[in-house]
């Protein structure tokens, strides 16, 4: 079957810095991506990754692992509006697969 | 640039009434095209994908069933809804077989009564 596993939850304070963890069993791969969700809204793209190693874009960065099946969504000097839900995503041949979600609160 | 429009935002229907949602993209050519329904507090549950019109597979076997019948335009329908279909609707498009973003609609959230 396929599954993406993440932490449920994760609380930190305003300038800290969290790690959501990602592992991910799927029958393909083309590459894993993180999206940010606010309540009531829609998920929004975060940043991929195709090959091992990091991608860095601003405060946030993701790291991949193919031979471990694993990535993480680093997020550097927290912001309270970064209190959101956080979705690891594979895609899967033509399926894009998302994960149970990491709901991250943050606190002043 | 490209767009994608989901309407109703909001939606409360009795049950074993009839459903249809829509969802249309602009400014792209043979997306894939997505239908997740995220119920309060949890992921999202891929239903239906299409890689090309009159192309849909199914993910989750149930009441719902959608239609591609042109290359932006996917609905999501239902002949008799049940309360078990509450929930937050959304639509999605990528590149296809290239995704390194993926393209969210506003979403529909329904509330089957």
């Known amino acids: 079957g396929q599954s993406l596993e993440q932490p449920s939850e994760v609380t930190a304070v305003e300038g800290a810095i969290v790690q959501i963890n990602c592992t991910y069993q799927?029958?393909?791969?083309?590459?894993l991506s993180w999206y940010q969700q606010h309540d009531g809204g829609a998920p929004t793209f975060l940043s991929y990754?195709?090959?091992?190693g990091l991608e860095e874009t601003g405060r946030f960065s993701s790291f991949l692992s193919r031979s471990d099946s694993y990535g993480y969504l680093l997020l550097q000097e927290l912001q309270m509006k970064d209190s959101a839900s956080y979705f690891c995503a594979v895609m899967d041949t033509d399926k894009l697969i998302f994960g149970t979600g990491t709901r991250l609160q943050v606190f002043p | 640039s490209q767009t994608i429009h989901q309407w109703p935002a909001t939606l409360v229907q009795p049950v074993g009434s009839p459903l249809s949602l829509e969802c249309t993209v602009e400014?792209?050519?043979?997306?894939?095209l997505y239908w997740y329904r995220q119920a309060a507090g949890r992921g999202l549950q891929l239903l239906f994908y299409?890689?090309?019109?009159?192309?849909i597979s199914s993910e989750v076997p149930q009441n719902l069933s959608a239609s591609r019948p042109q290359d932006r335009q996917f609905i999501l329908s239902s002949k008799k809804l049940l309360l078990s279909d509450s929930g937050f609707y959304l639509c999605?498009?990528?590149?296809?077989?290239?995704?390194?973003?993926?393209?969210f609609g506003q979403g529909t959230r329904l509330t089957v009564v």
């Open positions: 990754n195709a090959l091992d």
């Open positions: 799927t029958s393909g791969f083309y590459g």
């Open positions: 999605a498009w990528s590149v296809l077989r290239r995704v390194t973003e993926a393209f």
């Open positions: 400014g792209t050519s043979n997306p894939n």
């Open positions: 299409s890689i090309g019109i009159d192309q």
